[in-house]
Structures are given as structure tokens and as C-alpha cells.
């Protein structure tokens, strides 16, 4: 086997050298769509860069040109599986150091060397780019190049942490190198990342030619330093600078995260240091994040996600150009935007003038912030605008080959809606609807092609919230599922198939979550208080902020539905029923739990004690933060518990998976379920069974929880 392993990994990479003297460096890996940089590939580019000197001091290779032979893939980055085997600070530390000697090599060769990157360049890849002399990427949508080894709890440790800011300068590095933002080719060639952008079709050609014009004397156009990077060039201004980044990553993460502090450490450090003694420090960091318990949750979720991206069955997907949304409101405003920003030709249908406008409105909008972020052009927003074509009745809806529902959630209109749509869609068209919780199943009874009739279930904000549920019907067919999941996946969105069940997965899980907060209400806790402790546990907002964001009247829906499907756990807390009295309806209506001035929350309504009533005690009283977030967290637990008992998903990871995506989920602690089994069957089932007798059913355990303690095994061990 090992014999077999090498042999691939001496297929992965290739060394030519073409009649003037010019050495091609070739990625391309057996049987893959992307290059990586496994141990076995870097020891094969150590060797070959040790014929390249040879061949460099006998005369006969004159330049170097590192490329790949993959469209739209230069280098993915390094193996993931090698990243989390190690457990070992000084392991890691050392292998650092061996890619960082390695990328040296290349550094000092003696030639003029440059970095042809078309598509998707990544982690060890950017960092082996940044160790040539020029990089020249493909002008194309698919060229991505990043460092996002801070999504994995890490840091560039290959040479990136340390040279990219000496490159391209500190302001423009550290968003990249703290967040693992990619960018475009375009933004590479305004921040000095690359060189040159050309045509994919003559990156190699104009590759060649610059290593020949470099031989024939030409010197490369010096890049100019602008007034910010110069004033940034001072120590005194990269201290306040980086004082600044921390500040801002502390109130983002709220410290919870350690790569991004890490590599602010690192680069204060470093800056000013030699380059070899820069990489020292910063292979020695690689190593301490590398065995660190958050880069192995990190890890995980990477793998969750990569999860995602395979088909969710093997039935061959129908194509999708046009697509009918059904109702402009906010969900389908911006569904809209979504599609049309994507490439696909969307007719937005509602029953009046107001409304349609008012989705109209909504895509505008969202395409606007795109311009004002310079993530688009004025031009193409406009033409990716004009993608979106309003109507009044069905006129084009004959042509389209996928159907977005997102009317008013009532069983009734949606029936109603759907029944006309299938009757003037032609035959083969898959028709889905966005609702949150009610039955796909009962749906499809009144269609007659129920098998092309599926849930495409969005969260809001759709521009933002990755996550996709396909909920398969009864009678879905596969070729429905394989058509939306592979929408999905052109929408950059995580696709996940749950079968229907009131509130599917994410919501069904979530809203014991937020009723859990209603019921700390009654005792007593503040709204500061409740969403305060959970936002220290890493949640991106509290549980009562939640429900401000979802819509007051949105949240009543789902949990009637949820408390008429499954009974005295999902009861309303009291709290939650007094608001829906008032006129509050949350970030919506500008009032809520909390306070809302020109769209932004401001701060915690104290008025809302008093409308609500006998529901909340008169004084508020302080429960311990770790009891408010035990409350909240494990009637979440749970209830995936029960989830995976009936069925809705396959397993653990696809419950993560939904929860992480879809809530936010703190992705440090590796998913609801992973961050369950670090704390143990046994003690799970201890503590719902501690509250079950102080607060009642809603904390009956789970029979599968039982089950888990019984055995000793976690939600991670279940086939």
C-alpha cells in the first residue's frame, strides 16, 4: 500500500523543462478535482526542488513557472486528516518548520519564479505562491486565494502568517489572515497579492513570457505603496493598528476563539524580525493551536460542511436557468435577489402592486450593499438586478423549471397556491415551498405530480444564513431532491435533506431553545441576563434577541404547530403567550424584547415587564449563568434526542451540521451533539433528570439519551 501511496504522490507533481530553459512546476493528483499538500506531496516537491538547483547550476533551466493542471484549481491547501491527527504541539511545530524549509527552498532559488494560480488557491497554496518572485491568477469567477487555516483554529503556519503582510501590507493582510477571508482575482491585483490578473486561456502563456522578459533584462513594474501602508510601515502604527484588530476580534468572538488572537500575537512579534526568525515564531504558535481542543472542534465542522457538498442521492438532477418565486414579501424578496445574484433568471410573483414592489425593493437593496461593500460593480448589479422579472399573474411560469412558494404561512393559501402553479407549469418542473414548519406531506395531497413537490426550506436573512433544508414529502421523488440539492450547492448554500416532520429539524430543535427562555422569563431572569449568558457560550444572539429577529408572530406560528404536534414539553412559556397580546412583533415592527431605532437594536426594552403582566414576577432575580445556559442547551439536546429517534435525520453529524448553519451554532464547541458528547451520556441524562423534577415533562429525558447512558456511548458512536 505505502508503495502505491507514493507512486500517487510522485503523479501529483511533475517537473519539466521546455526548450528555453523554462521549468514547469505541474500539480495535478491522481483521481481528484484538487491538488493538496499531503506530507507525501511535500517531500516529492523537496526533491524536485532539488533538481531544479541541479539543473539550475548546470545551465540548462533558466526560470520556473509553478502551475496547475486542474481548471479552476491551483492548490486546496494542506490534508486536513494529517492536521487532525496530530495531537503533539511539538509534532506540529515541527512540520511547520519542514513546509516552511521547503517554501525557502523555493524562495532563494536562483532564478525569477512565478506562480501561475488559476481557480481556487488556498492555505499551503497561497503561501507557496507567496514564496515566488511574481503571481499571476486567471481573471475568472472561480479564482478564490485565502488563508483560512483560521476556520481550522490555526494559523498559516507555512510561511503565510509571516509573509503576506510584508507583501501586500498590514491593513490588507490581516482580514484575510484573522477571518480566512478569500479574495477575487481582481481584489489580489488592487491589494498587490498578485501581480498581474489575465485571461485563464493565456495565464501560462503570459506566465512564460514574464520569466523570459525577466532574463531578457525587463525589471517588473514597482508597486506603489500607498499612503496607508507607509504610515502602517512605522512600529509605533502597527501597534495601534493591532491593538485595534484585537478589539474588534474580541467583541466578534468574544475570545472564544484562539487562531485569530494568536496570529496578532504572532505578528506583533514578528514584523520586525528577520524573515527565518518571523517563520520560527510562527511555526511555534502553529504547533500550541494545532492540539488545541477548538481547532479539533473546528476541524470537525470542516468536515461536517465538506459533508454537505456530496449528493444527497444519485438520481441525475434536472437543469435549472429559470426559476417562479411565489410571494415578494421578505423571504421571497430576497430569495429572489439570491438567484438572480447567482445567475438565474427569476419571474416574482405576488397578487399586488404593493407587495411585488416591496420585494422588488428588498433585492434592490441587498444588491446596493453589495455595491457599497465593493463586492460588485454598479453595472453588474444592475444586470444581475434586471434578472428579476416581476408579474402580477403566472405569465412565464410555463417556462420556468423550479418553483419557490413563499406565501403566507397557512395551510390553505399555500395548497391553494401550488395547485395553480402545477396546473400552468409544464410537466417535470419541481415545485417546493419555503415554509418553516407546516407539512410537506399534506401539501403534496393535492398535487397531482406530488413526487416533483419537495420543502426548500431558507432562513432569514437569506443573503447570509448558509443553511438549506430539503424536506423530503411522503411521496418526494428522487429527482426532485437531486434538482433543489444541486440549486442549492449553485447558491453557495449548504444543502441538508431532513424528512418532514413538524418544524423539520432546525426549528423543531430551536424552539425549545427559545421557549426555554420564555420559561426563565417567568422565574424571573432579565432579558440581559437570559441572552448575556448565552451569548458567553458562544451563540451569536440570545434566545430572546432570537425571537425579535425570527418575528414575534412568526415564532407563535411554529410553536402552535410544535405544541399541537408533540404535547405538554413544547407548552408555551407563559411570558411568550403575554407578548402575542401586545402589539410587539419584534426587529420587524421596531419593538420586541428589545428597543429598535432605524433598524438596529438598541438595547433591552425594560417596558416590556409590564405589558408582560402576572407572567413575569414584579422584580427581577439572578439565576446563575451557567443554570440559564444548562436550561437552554440541553432541552435542545434533548430534543435532537428525539429528532434522530424519529428519524428526521441520519445522524448526529447532519443535526450539527443544520444547528451550526442554520443558528449559528457555536462552531468552537464542534455542534450541539459533539459539544453533548463531551460532557457524557451519563451526565446529560443526570441533569435533565435534576430538572425534570424541579421543572417538570419538558426535561423528560429521552428514552435515546437513556439509552446513551446505559451503554456508555455518545450520539457520535450510533451507526
Not at 555 to 561: E, F, G, P, T
Request: aromatic share 4%.
Amino acid at each position: 500500500m505505502a508503495t502505491v501511496a507514493a507512486t500517487a504522490e510522485a503523479k501529483a507533481l511533475t517537473l519539466e523543462v521546455d526548450g528555453d530553459g523554462i521549468a514547469w512546476l505541474t500539480f495535478d493528483r491522481p483521481g481528484s478535482r484538487a491538488n493538496i499538500l499531503t506530507s507525501g506531496v511535500m517531500e516529492r516537491l523537496d526533491g524536485l526542488l532539488a533538481e531544479l538547483e541541479a539543473g539550475i547550476r548546470a545551465g540548462a533551466i533558466r526560470g520556473l513557472v509553478v502551475r496547475s493542471r486542474k481548471p479552476g484549481m491551483f492548490i486546496a491547501g494542506a490534508n486536513v486528516d494529517e492536521i487532525a491527527a496530530i495531537t503533539d504541539p511539538a509534532e506540529a511545530e515541527a512540520k511547520a518548520r519542514l513546509g516552511q524549509q521547503i517554501f525557502l527552498h523555493v524562495d532563494r532559488l536562483p532564478v525569477f519564479t512565478v506562480a501561475a494560480i488559476d481557480g481556487v488557491c488556498l492555505g499551503g497554496g497561497t503561501e507557496l505562491a507567496l514564496a515566488c518572485d511574481y503571481r499571476i491568477a486567471a481573471d475568472a469567477p472561480a479564482t478564490r486565494i485565502g488563508l483560512p487555516e483560521v476556520r481550522l483554529g490555526i494559523i498559516p503556519g507555512f510561511g503565510g502568517t509571516t509573509r503576506l503582510p510584508r507583501l501586500v501590507g498590514l491593513k490588507a493582510a490581516l482580514p484575510m489572515i484573522l477571518t480566512g477571508r478569500l479574495v477575487d482575482a481582481r481584489t489580489a491585483q488592487r491589494t498587490g497579492l498578485v501581480d498581474e490578473r489575465v485571461h485563464p486561456a493565456m495565464l501560462e502563456e503570459r506566465a512564460k513570457q514574464v520569466v523570459l522578459e525577466r532574463l531578457a533584462g525587463t525589471k517588473p513594474p514597482a508597486r506603489k505603496r500607498g499612503a496607508v501602508e507607509r504610515l502602517l510601515a512605522s512600529a509605533v502604527a502597527r501597534r495601534v493598528v493591532l491593538a485595534q484588530a484585537r478589539k474588534q476580534v474580541l467583541k466578534e468572538t468574544k475570545g472564544h476563539y484562539p487562531a485569530p488572537l494568536a496570529a496578532l500575537d504572532t505578528l506583533a512579534e514578528t514584523m520586525a524580525l528577520p524573515l527565518e526568525e518571523a517563520l520560527k515564531v510562527e511555526a511555534r504558535t502553529l504547533g500550541r493551536l494545532v492540539a488545541s481542543p477548538e481547532s479539533k472542534n473546528l476541524i470537525h465542522v470542516f468536515r461536517l460542511m465538506e459533508s454537505a457538498k456530496k449528493p444527497a442521492t444519485t438520481a441525475t438532477p434536472r437543469p435549472v436557468e429559470r426559476v417562479g418565486v411565489l410571494g415578494a414579501g421578505v423571504m421571497g424578496g430576497g430569495i429572489a435577489q439570491l438567484l438572480a445574484n447567482r445567475g438565474l433568471h427569476v419571474r416574482l410573483k405576488d397578487i399586488a402592486p404593493g407587495p411585488l414592489g416591496h420585494g422588488l425593493k428588498t433585492a434592490r437593496e441587498l444588491f446596493d450593499k453589495a455595491v457599497e461593500r465593493k463586492r460588485l460593480e454598479r453595472r453588474e448589479a444592475a444586470q444581475r438586478m434586471a434578472r428579476i422579472a416581476p408579474t402580477l399573474d403566472y405569465s412565464g411560469f410555463g417556462s420556468v423549471q423550479l418553483v419557490i412558494e413563499a406565501v403566507v404561512e397557512r395551510m390553505d393559501v399555500k395548497q391553494g397556491v401550488l395547485r395553480e402553479v402545477e396546473r400552468v407549469a409544464r410537466p417535470g418542473t419541481v415545485l417546493t415551498s419555503n415554509t418553516s414548519a407546516l407539512s410537506i406531506s399534506e401539501m403534496q395531497a393535492v398535487l397531482a405530480r406530488p413526487e416533483d413537490f419537495a420543502g426548500m426550506h431558507f432562513f432569514n436573512p437569506v443573503h447570509r444564513m448558509p443553511l438549506v433544508e430539503i424536506v423530503r414529502g411522503a411521496r418526494t421523488g428522487d429527482e426532485a431532491v437531486a434538482t433543489i440539492w444541486s440549486v442549492v450547492r449553485a447558491l453557495d448554500k449548504t444543502p441538508l435533506v431532513v424528512r418532514d416532520g413538524p418544524g423539520f429539524l432546525v426549528n423543531r430543535i430551536l424552539a425549545p431553545y427559545m421557549n426555554e427562555a420564555g420559561w426563565l422569563l417567568a422565574d424571573g431572569a432579565s432579558i440581559q441576563a437570559i441572552d448575556g449568558a448565552l451569548v458567553d457560550f458562544g451563540m451569536p444572539m440570545g434566545p430572546l434577541r432570537l425571537l425579535d429577529e425570527v418575528g414575534l408572530d412568526v415564532a407563535r406560528h411554529v410553536a402552535q404547530i410544535l405544541h399541537d404536534a408533540f404535547g405538554e414539553r413544547m407548552k408555551p412559556a407563559a411570558p411568550l403567550v403575554a407578548i402575542q397580546a401586545t402589539s410587539r412583533l419584534g426587529r420587524k415592527g421596531g419593538a420586541g424584547f428589545y428597543r429598535y431605532a432605524r433598524g438596529k437594536e438598541a438595547g433591552p426594552d425594560e417596558g416590556v415587564y409590564a405589558e408582560l403582566g402576572d407572567a413575569v414576577p414584579a422584580q427581577r432575580r439572578e439565576i446563575p449563568r451557567d443554570s440559564i445556559v444548562e436550561r437552554c442547551v440541553l432541552v435542545m439536546v434533548n430534543e435532537a434526542a428525539r429528532v434522530l429517534e424519529d428519524g428526521i435525520v441520519a445522524d448526529a453529524g447532519a443535526v450539527d451540521l443544520g444547528l451550526i448553519a442554520g443558528t449559528g451554532f457555536p462552531p468552537f464547541r464542534g455542534g450541539l451533539l459533539r459539544y453533548a458528547d463531551s460532557l457524557g451520556a451519563e451526565t446529560v441524562l443526570q441533569k435533565l433528570e435534576a430538572y425534570e423534577r424541579i421543572r417538570g415533562s419538558r426535561f423528560a429525558p429521552a428514552p435515546l439519551i437513556r439509552e446513551l447512558a446505559a451503554s456508555g456511548r455518545g450520539f457520535y458512536d450510533l451507526a
